[in-house]
C-alpha cells in the first residue's frame, strides 16, 4: 500500500458510522444570506442548497465570500440577513452539533499531544449514551484510517515549538472532526499545501463517504484538477460576493457556453470557470446574466424547481414542513436533552484536564521560581524587620501594595499571553456547542490553581515574616488577599479575551 493511501484510507472510518439504510435523508439549504462586515458587504444575496449523500463545491477566486460562507453555515459569522434551515427546522446550536467543520487553518492548542487532543475531542463531543471504551476505540480506527499511529503521543506544537508537520496537522483536523460522525461535514480548502496524488485520494474518500453513509458534504477549493471538479455533484461560483451560478456542477460547462464564452474540451473545467470569474470584463457580464436569470418571468418555472426555491415553498406550508422535519427535527423532550452532548460534569473535568495538560509547562518554569526566590530576598532586604510605629506605616502600605502589584502584573500578562492562543479553539468548539461558556470559565480557575496559589504565596510568606507585617492572624488575611487578587485579575482577564465574539 502506498503511504498516500495508507494515510487517507477512510474506508475504516466507515464502520465508526450508521449504515446508510438508518439515515435519514438531509438538505441544507441557505437563502439570501448577506454578510456585512463593518463597512463592506462581504455576501450579497447568497441562495443555494446541500443534499446528503452528494459534495457541493464552493468556487470562486480570491476574496469572493468562500469561507464567510462556511462561516456563516457554521455560526462562526453573524448574518445580517437570510435564513439557513436542515430540512425546513432552523438549524441552531442543537442542530449544529451534527456538524463538522474543518477551518482552512488548524487551530489546536499547541502543547497537547495528538492522543491527548482526540481524546478531549471524544469525550467532550461525543454522547454520554457511548461508554469510554466505545469512545476509544473510535480513535483507534480513526487514527489508523488516517495513518497517525506514528505521530500520536508527538505534540501539536507551534512556531515556538516543534511539532506535528502540516500535512499531519490537516489530518488530525480531519480527525478530530470525523470522531463525532457528522452529518454535515463543511471543509475550507481541504486540498491546500497537499501534493496532487494526496489532495486525488482524499477528495475520492471524502466523495464516497458522502455516497455510502448519506453525509452532506460542502468544500470550498480553489482551483480543482479535473478529475477532482467531475466528483462534485453541485456547483456554487461567488465572485465579489455574489452569485455567479449555482446548481449542478456538470450543467455549469453548458451553462456558460450557451452564455457565449467557449470552452475546449481538452481544459480543465475548473481553469476555464475561473478565468471567467477573474477577468474584469467576463465577471460583471456572469454575475448580471445570472440575477436575470433567477428574476425573469421566462425563467420563474425553472428556478422554483431549484432546492433552494422548492424549499422555500415547501416551508410556506406548515403540513409539508411537519412532513419535512422526520427525524431530523428535535422534540421539546430530546432539546432539553440533548442540549450539550455530555453531561456538565464531564465538561468541567475534561476542560480541567485539557487547561491544566495545556498550562501544565508555565506552572513551575524554573525561570519564575528564580524570579520569585529573587524578588522576595530583594523585598526582605529592604524592609527588614520593619519597626512597628506610625512613622514606617506607609512604608508597610507601600510593601504590601508593591507585592499585590507585581503579582497581579505577573498573572495578566500569563494569562494574556497564554489564553490568546486559545481563543481560536475555544471560538471553534463552542460554535458545535461542544461545552457550557459558564463551565469553561470555571474550569480555567480551577485548572491553574497550582499556578496561581503556590508562587505567590510562598512569596508573600517570605516577605511577610522577614519584613515583620504582623503576627499570625494578620499573615492569613495577608496571603487570603494576595490569592484574591490572583484569581479575581485571572478570571477578569481570562473573560475579557476569551468572551464570544
Not at 126 to 154: M, N
Not at 422 to 447: D, N
Amino acid at each position: 500500500m502506498t503511504t498516500t493511501q495508507q494515510c487517507l484510507d477512510l474506508t475504516t472510518i466507515q464502520q465508526c458510522s450508521e449504515p446508510k439504510t438508518n439515515r435519514q435523508c438531509s438538505e441544507l439549504v441557505f437563502s439570501d444570506l448577506c454578510v456585512k462586515n463593518k463597512s463592506k458587504e462581504i455576501l450579497k444575496h447568497v441562495s443555494g442548497s446541500a443534499q446528503s449523500g452528494k459534495m457541493l463545491a464552493v468556487m470562486g477566486p480570491s476574496g469572493s465570500g468562500k469561507t464567510t460562507l462556511l462561516h456563516s453555515l457554521a455560526g462562526k459569522t453573524n448574518v445580517l440577513s437570510g435564513d439557513i434551515t436542515l430540512n425546513g427546522s432552523l438549524f441552531d446550536k442543537q442542530q449544529r452539533r451534527r456538524l463538522g467543520y474543518v477551518m482552512q487553518d488548524d487551530v489546536f492548542l499547541s502543547n497537547l499531544t495528538l492522543w491527548e487532543t482526540l481524546y478531549f475531542s471524544v469525550m467532550i463531543r461525543v454522547s454520554d449514551t457511548l461508554s469510554k471504551q466505545e469512545k476509544l476505540d473510535r480513535i483507534q480506527t480513526i487514527v489508523a484510517a488516517l495513518g497517525l499511529q506514528h505521530c500520536l503521543y508527538t505534540v501539536i506544537g507551534d512556531i515556538f515549538q516543534r511539532g506535528l508537520s502540516g500535512g499531519e496537522r490537516k489530518r488530525t483536523h480531519i480527525a478530530c472532526e470525523l470522531l463525532t460522525d457528522p452529518d454535515i461535514f463543511l471543509v475550507d480548502e481541504p486540498t491546500s499545501g497537499l501534493d496532487s496524488s494526496t489532495a486525488h485520494s482524499l477528495m475520492v474518500q471524502l466523495k464516497n463517504y458522502a455516497t455510502e453513509y448519506n453525509k452532506t458534504i460542502v468544500v470550498t477549493i480553489h482551483q480543482p484538477s479535473s478529475k477532482i471538479f467531475h466528483m462534485f455533484s453541485s456547483l456554487l461560483l461567488l465572485v465579489e460576493g455574489q452569485m455567479a451560478y449555482f446548481g449542478s456542477a456538470p450543467a455549469a460547462i453548458p451553462y456558460f457556453t450557451n452564455l457565449g464564452f467557449p470552452y475546449n474540451p481538452r481544459f480543465n473545467p475548473a481553469d476555464y470557470l475561473s478565468g471567467l470569474l477573474t477577468a474584469d470584463e467576463h465577471t460583471i457580464n456572469v454575475v448580471k446574466t445570472w440575477s436575470k436569470e433567477l428574476s425573469d418571468a421566462q425563467h420563474v418555472s425553472d428556478v422554483k424547481r431549484s432546492p433552494h426555491y422548492r424549499h422555500r415553498d415547501h416551508c410556506a406550508n406548515p403540513r409539508s414542513k411537519n412532513e419535512t422535519l422526520g427525524a431530523f427535527a428535535f422534540t421539546p423532550e430530546e432539546r432539553e436533552t440533548t442540549r450539550w452532548p455530555t453531561s456538565n460534569l464531564n465538561q468541567l473535568k475534561m476542560l480541567n484536564w485539557r487547561s491544566y495538560k495545556q498550562a501544565k509547562g508555565r506552572m513551575f518554569q524554573t525561570y519564575d521560581v528564580i524570579h520569585g526566590f529573587f524578588l522576595a530576598a530583594i523585598y526582605g532586604m529592604v524592609y527588614f524587620q520593619i519597626e512597628n510605629s506610625e512613622k514606617t506605616l506607609r512604608d508597610k502600605m507601600g510593601l504590601v501594595f508593591a507585592s499585590f502589584l507585581h503579582w497581579g502584573f505577573q498573572i495578566a500578562i500569563s494569562t494574556t499571553l497564554s489564553h490568546s492562543a486559545e481563543r481560536g479553539v475555544v471560538w471553534k468548539e463552542r460554535t458545535v456547542g461542544a461545552y457550557r461558556l459558564s463551565i469553561f470559565y470555571l474550569s480555567k480557575l480551577t485548572s491553574e490553581l497550582p499556578l496561581l496559589l503556590v508562587i505567590p504565596t510562598l512569596f508573600n510568606t517570605a516577605v511577610y515574616w522577614t519584613a515583620g507585617l504582623g503576627g499570625v492572624v494578620g499573615y492569613f488575611v495577608f496571603c487570603g488577599i494576595g490569592i484574591l487578587n490572583c484569581l479575581l485579575i485571572q478570571e477578569v482577564f481570562t473573560i475579557h479575551i476569551l468572551r464570544p465574539g
